[in-house]
Structures are given as C-alpha cells and as structure tokens.
C-alpha cells in the first residue's frame, strides 16, 4: 500500500477500486514520490 499525496489521487479520489497490480510497473512509476504521511504501528505495548 502506497500513501499517495492527494495531488496524485486524480479519478482515485472518490473511489475504491480493485485492480490487478503490476507491481514493478508501480514501483517504477512512484519512485522517488515521497508518503503522505508517517506509517505508525499501534501495539499493546505502545498502550501501557
């Protein structure tokens, strides 16, 4: 899963579609596109 910038969602924006990937060919075409934002794991242990 890619965290796309919301300048990159286009037609993605309001949907929610299921579709083969082509992982290479995604790898291709997002390197370099920084996350929108910070991945974080919530644990048990962060709770205590």
Do not use: K, N, S
Not at 14 to 31: F, S, Y
């Amino acid at each position: 899963m890619w965290m796309l910038p919301r300048q990159y969602w286009g037609a993605y924006e309001h949907t929610a579609p299921v579709e083969p990937l082509d992982l290479e060919a995604e790898l291709e075409r997002w390197a370099g596109v920084g996350t929108a934002g910070r991945i974080t794991i919530d644990t048990a242990e962060d709770r205590t």
